[in-house]
């Protein structure tokens, strides 16, 4: 088990024949994800990868059956490809693409939600379960099956993450990367009961960072709806204010969005939070009474 | 991207904010100018800084003649203001706004940014204007008005109601708040801003709304749309370092510590400062170099690094994904050819290719590298040689 995607999920990628696209698909394909078709305006009935191309996500869907979609496009033209995947039926979109302009993404959402459409990022490493399906750009190895659900704002600690629960002997069940930007789709709230359900997930990861509130709404959540063991790292403990991190959204405005509230929350939310990104491991394992 | 208060009220004026009328001006005699063509027997004379708190810090001024417009506009150009927003460094005044008086009879606050929880932009006024937001939230949270605007449906006069009857108006002075309340959200949307503050919005004698002071800032992703804002770009109000940074597309931001560090991806930069604390060190930096790190990439980032003097040791930390770590560690190798690195570099290399790295990095035999085993190893090494133990 793993949750939102496993080895029979149908994948097509929007912005198949482009660097990137073209890229991290045949890495996907590599890995075992089945990427069953892309799509690229204008380059519809060639063949990409082995696989056909599309003009329109719905052509795609209609001939794939296909219900998960990866997108690479550039920036500018993000929101329209998110927006052509809900109407198509697509049911998860995962956005790569990173400094798509906020207001779109706000539109993009909107619509996706509407359309019931589920979508993780933008600007994110994308999801993976573990030695079946691989829908982003993340080095596949990293992650070895195992008990642990890991969520993600960042893409190295991530990989960081995944590393010092393997090297304790355990593994990942599925590990999402949602972003870090200021609107992005799946969020730990959404997350962490599809975790709580699922048999094969024994703890949860949660990795946060400076910015906005979502840490602080997990948190609430967690303490009346989960049971599983969940280990937190905040990133940002040394920030200063008012200074944008890398990511669009990792930014202290005024006395909000501290790492130390996040942390005192989910402490208080009977959280594992450790305070070093070295010990993320251990306590996983210490939780997990191995 | 942030822009000044005269650039922001150019804005407004061109969407039917009402703002006072005003001018900018570089030099003393250009100020008495402006406040010629403006006439009137009352002028304020204001710093143009990208940072708040400038009317505590002597940057904004009243003048009631030609010759005090001049002499105020002199002193301030070329003076380095220190609000509690500059930092203790300052910003130095280029240019002043020159505006007329207006006749204040009531200060509000009117401000509008997205709310991340809500997924939608919200505007917030509230009746201690000339406040500072923050500290009204922390203290008052009761007097802030906010309302989340749907962009599906925009602005409506409900959304208007509501903030006028929360700031108690009267009924002559209803309509024309929300008119200015709408102009403001189209301002907001239609410029991708990421933040507009206007503090104070003041009631004039008259019953009008003005803008008195105005601030803005925009989305950096969708700047690629609005080229009239990115002319409004102010480079000299922008920390050197971080721009010649920005350049070769890595992220940077200068610290007070002594330990350099340098990461790809913004998370495990983050999460390597804070551990580089926890080890009892402080860092100097934050350094992204980014999911493609590459020879020149890191070469800049070394060069970047060592421009701040109080750096004594650097913490090398990637974790190569689709990175290699063979091309890093070549990329160091390179890097201290091209750069002079008088400094220990504590270097972590995992993940893709981590033992090629570490062979070549061997090999290689340079003092000042010292391999580290993990994330923990290599703080623990980079603050012990900050400190000299090493």
């Known amino acids: ?290 | 991207m942030n822009i000044h208060e005269y650039q922001a009220k150019e804005i407004f004026r061109e969407y039917g904010v009402p703002v006072p009328r005003g001018g900018v001006a570089f030099t003393g005699p250009e100020a008495r100018e402006v406040a010629a063509q403006l006439g009137g027997n009352l002028w304020v004379v204001k710093a143009q800084i990208h940072a708040g708190g400038r009317g505590k810090a002597g940057g904004v001024k009243l003048a009631r003649s030609l010759d005090e417009v001049e002499k105020i506009a002199e002193e301030m150009i070329g003076m380095v203001l220190v609000t509690h927003q500059t930092g203790p460094e300052g910003k130095r005044v280029e240019k002043v706004y020159v505006e007329e008086g207006a006749d204040i009879q009531k200060e509000y606050y009117l401000g509008m940014v997205l709310d991340r929880s809500l997924e939608m932009p919200v505007m917030m006024a509230s009746t201690e204007g000339g406040m500072e937001i923050e500290e009204v939230a922390a203290q008052h949270p009761e007097k802030i008005i906010k309302v989340a605007i749907d962009p599906t449906i925009g602005f409506q006069g409900f959304h208007g109601r509501k903030l006028a009857f929360g700031l108690g108006l009267s009924k002559e002075e209803i309509r024309p708040f929300i008119k200015f309340a709408e102009a403001l959200y189209k301002v907001y949307m239609d410029k991708d801003a990421e933040m507009i503050e206007i503090n104070p919005l003041i009631k004039t004698g008259s019953g009008e709304f003005l803008a008195l002071d105005a601030k803005m800032g925009f989305d950096d992703n969708a700047l690629y749309r609005h080229p009239d804002i990115m002319e409004m770009r102010d480079l000299s109000e922008e920390d050197p370092v971080e721009l010649e940074a920005k350049k070769y597309g890595l992220s940077y931001v200068n610290l007070d510590g002594n330990v350099g560090c340098m990461v790809n991806g913004a998370g495990l930069a983050m999460a390597t400062m804070d551990i580089i604390k926890h080890e009892g060190g402080e860092p100097a930096n934050f350094l992204d170099v980014g999911g493609g790190a590459n020879p020149d990439t890191v070469a800049k980032g070394f060069e970047l690094i060592l421009q701040d003097e109080n750096v004594k040791s650097i913490f090398v930390n990637i974790f190569g994904g689709i990175v290699r770590c063979d091309r890093i560690a070549n990329g160091i190798l390179q890097a201290t050819k091209q750069v002079e690195v008088n400094v220990p570099v504590i270097v972590r290399l995992d993940g893709t290719n981590a033992e090629e790295a570490a062979e070549i990095l061997q090999k290689a035999n340079i003092k000042n590298i010292i391999p580290a085993t993990d994330l923990a190893d290599g703080a623990r090494k980079a603050v012990a040689a900050a400190k000299g133990e090493l």
């Open chain 1, 1 to 290: 088990m793993s949750i939102l995607v496993n080895k029979d999920t149908k994948v097509i990628v929007q912005g198949f024949t482009g660097k990137e696209g073209t890229f991290h698909s045949q890495q996907c394909i590599e890995y075992g994800t089945q990427i069953v078709g892309g799509v690229t305006p204008g380059k519809g009935g060639q063949t990409h990868l082995d696989r056909p191309v599309f003009n329109t996500v719905k052509e795609a869907v209609d001939a794939t059956g296909a219900t998960v979609s990866m997108i690479f496009v550039p920036p500018a033209f993000t929101a329209d490809a998110v927006m052509e995947a809900a109407e198509a039926g697509i049911e998860l979109a995962v956005i790569i693409t990173e400094g798509a302009p906020v207001k779109d993404m706000m539109y993009a959402k909107m619509y996706a939600t509407k359309h019931g459409m589920k979508t993780i990022g933008p600007n994110c490493p994308g999801i993976i379960t573990a030695e079946e399906c691989k829908i982003g750009i993340m080095p596949g190895f990293i992650f070895k099956k195992g008990p642990v659900g890991l969520i993600s704002k960042s893409g190295t600690l991530t990989y960081e993450a995944s590393n010092q629960v393997v090297k304790e002997g355990l593994g990942i069940t599925t590990a999402v990367g949602i972003g870090g930007d200021p609107i992005i789709g799946l969020s730990y709230k959404q997350l962490l009961p599809m975790f709580e359900a699922d048999p094969e997930t024994e703890a949860i990861v949660m990795i946060g960072e400076i910015g906005g509130t979502l840490e602080i709404e997990a948190a609430e959540f967690i303490k009346e709806n989960i049971s599983k063991p969940v280990i937190a790292f905040i990133a940002g403990q040394t920030a200063p204010k008012g200074k944008r991190m890398g990511h669009a959204g990792a930014i202290i405005s005024g006395s909000s969005g501290t790492a130390q509230e996040k942390m005192e929350a989910l402490e208080a939310a009977g959280v594992h939070v450790v305070k070093s990104p070295a010990d993320i491991g251990k306590t996983v394992a210490t939780a997990l009474g191995k």
